[in-house]
T-cell receptor
Framework: AQSVTQLGSHVSVSEGALVLLRCNYSSSVPPYLFWYVQYPNQGLQLLLKYTSAATLVKGINGFEAEFKKSETSFHLTKPSAHMSDAAEYFCAVKPYSGGYNKLIFGAGTRLAVHP | EAQVTQNPRYLITVTGKKLTVTCSQNMNHEYMSWYRQDPGLGLRQIYYSMNVEVTDKGDVPEGYKVSRKEKRNFPLILESPSPNQTSLYFC????????????FGQGTRLTVV
């Protein structure tokens, strides 16, 4: 079965520091990959997506992610954290076996940003 | 404005009392689905619908029903809610093409006592 693993349920960084949130997927066929962000009491908002074009994907709010097929990874980064980045982040895949419709989510990583 | 609208946002109910959570989208999306979010488990799919009158079970369908009589609406029905269905629920919609992202509603926080 397809799965998504997010390493670290909680990540804490200082304001201005690098943000790195890790995501690994299991899929024999390269899937479509997404990162979503959830702010408190809100729904999920798309940060960025990989759809087999460029392997380095730029998203909103200064975030980017790199698709590495050899490592089955899609880690999310941001060079300099802002206080407003504090939220929960979800990595998700649309595997070929689901007809590329079903989203499978990781467990989420809660990002804390401290002054 | 493109959006997915869920109602209600918050609901407290008693065990066994039937309830419906509504979901409506205005983007003409074919694909709609329901997820529940629980701490440490991420979002898990309950049911999905590929189009009008076409629905199927997701990963955690027990205790839930859905219907898709119109393209824009996809209500979630709990015929006899139990405390283990206390959770945060999200409705999502997307086009059927695989590379398209899903749009999510604001969520419904359900508490069953």
């Amino acid at each position: 079965a397809q799965s998504v693993t997010q390493l670290g349920s909680h990540v804490s960084v200082s304001e201005g520091a690098l943000v790195l949130l890790r995501c690994n997927y299991s899929s024999s066929v390269p899937p479509y990959l997404f990162w979503y962000v959830q702010y408190p009491n809100q729904g999920l908002q798309l940060l960025l997506k990989y759809t087999s074009a460029a392997t380095l994907v730029k998203g909103i709010n200064g975030f980017e992610a790199e698709f590495k097929k050899s490592e089955t990874s899609f880690h999310l980064t941001k060079p300099s954290a802002h206080m407003s980045d504090a939220a929960e982040y979800f990595c998700a895949v649309k595997p070929y076996s689901g007809g590329y419709n079903k989203l499978i989510f990781g467990a989420g990583t809660r990002l804390a940003v401290h002054p | 404005e493109a959006q997915v609208t869920q109602n209600p946002r918050y609901l407290i109910t008693v065990t066994g009392k039937k309830l419906t959570v509504t979901c409506s989208q205005n983007m003409n999306h074919e694909y709609m689905s329901w997820y529940r979010q629980d701490p440490g488990l991420g979002l898990r799919q309950i049911y999905y619908s590929m189009n009008v009158e076409v629905t199927d079970k997701g990963d955690v369908p027990e205790g839930y029903k859905v219907s898709r009589k119109e393209k824009r609406n996809f209500p979630l029905i709990l015929e006899s809610p139990s405390p283990n269905q206390t959770s945060l629920y999200f409705c999502a919609s997307s086009f059927r093409q695989g590379g398209t992202e899903a749009f999510f509603g604001q969520g419904t926080r359900l508490t069953v006592v």
